[in-house]
């Protein structure tokens, strides 16, 4: 069976590499395909799609809010140049720009000397806390920050700039992922409430779901780099149980210290939905031969 990295990400949003580049890597890491998705934006999938040798997915990672907590849901497949996502995501990404400049402005009022100029530049449309953060670090305010102390310290939840999210309801996210022809998929629940994934204490999860699957949630991403395997057993028999489709994926941005794309993958008999869905477009037969088998961590 082929593996698929179906999480990563490129410089259009968080991400440090370009969308041919990482087609670059996905096939030097043996991949069969991958799948770009990159936070509120759909900026990078027609470059990511001409990649050669690899099977495309287009996709994007919608930021969402439900019920006061942060999900992020996965829309593969969809038509990322229909009008409806194009005016949510302008949305979206103005949304965010707005809060980051907010950040920007709450640390120069700590007497942080920092302009937006400085965290703006090169990242096309999309400024968020990655970007402030990374300014800092070129300035030296934030030296070395292995356990993101720094991070946290001035941008996290009780940090010094911290400006609350404003985002989308996940239902209407979910419903804009069908809307324009996609499969919406919760990401990483594992890292929702990491302390509930065991077998036995999941009733809070189960109820998410059931909840999310009312309003049109098809897919579950169960493989992920912070995913034990007790976390993928749990997932995975959610998944049977709600007739979820899986997924998975590295999270790949680029970064320092960070592993390559993956690091998590997903075989490809769980996402036949998907590739029926893509190939015809993809161009199927450069890539049938990819069938190396999964040695990630991804097994059941």
């Known amino acids: 069976m082929g593996c698929f990295d179906l999480h990563i990400h490129s410089r259009h949003s968080d991400g440090r590499f370009t969308p041919e580049e990482l087609g670059e890597k996905c096939k030097k890491a043996g991949l069969a395909g991958a799948a770009l998705t ?19 997915i287009p996709g994007v990672e919608l930021t969402s809010q439900y019920r006061g907590r942060e999900l992020h849901i996965l829309g593969y497949c969809i038509d990322w140049r229909h009008p409806a996502l194009r005016r949510a995501l302008a949305q979206v990404v103005a949304a965010r ?6 950040i920007v402005e709450r640390l120069q009022k700590a007497g942080i000397a ?8 090169g ?9 402030i953060y990374r300014a800092l670090i070129r300035k030296g305010i934030i030296g070395e920050d292995p356990e993101k102390a720094g991070f946290n310290h001035y941008l996290g939840p009780e940090g010094l700039a911290y400006v609350p999210h404003r985002e989308f309801p996940t239902l209407e996210m979910i419903d804009l992922v069908k809307q324009v022809g996609g ?30 699957c009312a309003a049109g949630l098809e897919g579950i991403e169960v493989f992920y780099p912070v995913h034990t395997q007790e976390t993928v057993a749990a997932l995975s028999a959610l998944a049977r149980k709600y007739k979820l489709f899986m997924t998975g994926g590295s999270d ?20 036949e939905e998907l590739l029926t869905d893509s190939l015809p477009e993809r161009g199927e037969k450069q890539t049938k031969e990819r069938t190396d088998s999964c040695d990630k961590g991804d097994k059941l």
Do not use: C, M
Not at 42 to 55: H, K, S, T
Not at 254 to 265: L, Q, S
């Open 38 to 56: 990159d936070h509120d934006s759909v900026d990078g999938l027609e470059a990511f799609l001409a990649n050669d040798g690899i099977i495309t």
């Open 97 to 102: 720009n707005e809060r980051a400049r907010e």
């Open 114 to 121: 920092l302009e937006w100029e400085e965290v703006a530049k």
């Open 123 to 131: 990242n096309g449309g999309f400024v968020g806390r990655v970007h």
């Open 183 to 212: 499969h919406p998929v919760l990401a990483h629940p594992g890292r929702i409430h990491p302390e509930r994934v065991h077998p036995k204490q999941l009733d809070e999860l189960h109820d998410l779901v059931e909840e999310l």
């Open 252 to 271: 790949y941005h680029g970064w320092e210290n960070e592993p390559g794309p993956g690091a998590a993958t997903v075989e490809r008999r769980y996402i």
